[in-house]
């Protein structure tokens, strides 16, 4: 679509808006001509919290994940587990697990996984950090979490290693068919690993 | 969705972008951590231009529509026919229309259209500037434009009354089946007012 702008003003807006991951050109314009329908300080806010959040976003000392404080408050909860550390990609992994209700432990967001397509190695995630801290004795069990991709099982070998010399358990997340699912629909490496996996009855029920 | 955020920074920056429509509280959070991941000057940049343009957009004088000056590209260009209005509802008609380029006359937006259920009246639409444009005698044709709803008819209507004063062709763009589309398909209504606005042959093959 090349269109034409009656202002270079909207253009500008509109191409911010489609160099959004998702948003393309018509997308961009609605929601710009939605915006000039708004009165002033609808826009203003809008813009003053995306700057605030990438200006004075704070990351966990301790996990790295997004926080207001210098110390999280995942990490700082004295109620929650604090010698299990699940080892998250990414900050939305926390919040899908928080939003499962069933961790009590802390994370450990790594910030990425190790894909060297994509230039990323050990040194560009947050790994030295995570041996630092199961270092320090505390930790009894590492839960790995990440995609069951090629590169998260890269990444999960590659910390298994670094993890060996210390007395730490490393445990996975299962991987299975999908609770809801129809095992006619499953594909066949879940459906196999489902079937090698498989757990006692008596302990599927207690979920 | 009742989700924890770990970052009341995060939390506000997608409730802001949550507001905007078609804009889900999950597409908003991929939003916000992508803008985490560009740096700083990105989300300033982004900032700064939905800002301007919100603060500092001009309406031309003239039709209404979106400018960078008092009078707009499309009123100030000497080459188009100053003697036809096109009559649209908003600057987005406006950009459909001009990228047709069909249509080498100026326009004029209402800004709307009337709309009781939502309050809108013909006062709160520019057509009184519109009279006062035909008044000035050099207007030959007005074409309405408005969408094919009830809405549009009676706003096509309310004006075909207020011009009915002035010397001044009214026309509405034609309706029917659109080009590409298959007879089948089209609506009833739609078809039976394309049949009976048919177009002689030897007309429609000059298109």
């Given at each position: 679509?090349n269109?034409?702008?009656?202002?270079v003003?909207l253009?500008?807006?509109v191409?911010e808006?489609?160099s959004?991951?998702?948003?393309?050109k018509?997308?961009?314009?609605?929601?710009?001509?939605?915006?000039?329908?708004?009165d002033?300080?609808?826009?203003?806010?809008?813009a003053?919290?995306?700057?605030?959040?990438?200006?004075?976003?704070?990351?966990?000392?301790?996990?790295?994940?997004?926080?207001?404080?210098?110390?999280?408050?995942?990490?700082?909860?004295?109620?929650?587990?604090h010698?299990?550390?699940c080892?998250?990609e990414?900050?939305k992994e926390?919040?899908?697990?928080?939003?499962?209700?069933?961790?009590?432990?802390?994370?450990?967001?790594?910030?990425?996984?190790?894909?060297?397509?994509?230039?990323?190695?050990?040194?560009?995630?947050?790994?030295?950090?995570?041996?630092e801290?199961?270092?320090?004795?505390?930790?009894?069990?590492?839960?790995?979490?990440?995609?069951?991709t090629?590169?998260?099982?890269?990444?999960?070998?590659?910390?298994?290693?670094?993890?060996?010399?210390?007395?730490?358990?490393?445990?996975?997340?299962?991987?299975?068919?999908?609770?809801?699912d129809?095992?006619?629909?499953?594909?066949?490496?879940?459906?196999?690993?489902?079937?090698?996996?498989?757990?006692?009855?008596?302990?599927?029920?207690?979920?």
């Amino acid at each position: 679509m090349n269109q034409k702008f009656p202002s270079v003003l909207l253009e500008n807006a509109v191409n911010e808006l489609a160099s959004l991951p998702g948003i393309g050109k018509k997308t961009a314009l609605r929601l710009a001509l939605y915006m000039l329908r708004r009165d002033v300080g609808y826009t203003e806010n809008f813009a003053t919290a995306l700057v605030d959040l990438r200006r004075n976003v704070i990351y966990c000392k301790k996990c790295h994940n997004i926080s207001d404080h210098e110390i999280c408050s995942i990490c700082s909860n004295p109620s929650r587990d604090h010698s299990i550390l699940c080892v998250v990609e990414n900050i939305k992994e926390v919040m899908v697990i928080e939003n499962t209700g069933q961790f009590r432990g802390l994370y450990h967001v790594l910030g990425g996984i190790i894909s060297p397509m994509d230039g990323i190695g050990p040194n560009d995630l947050h790994i030295n950090s995570l041996v630092e801290r199961v270092a320090e004795g505390d930790v009894k069990e590492v839960i790995l979490a990440l995609s069951t991709t090629m590169e998260g099982d890269t990444t999960n070998f590659f910390i298994y290693r670094k993890l060996s010399p210390y007395d730490v358990k490393i445990s996975v997340i299962a991987r299975g068919v999908s609770i809801g699912d129809e095992i006619e629909y499953a594909d066949e490496v879940t459906l196999g690993r489902s079937i090698q996996n498989r757990t006692s009855f008596n302990d599927s029920i207690k979920i």
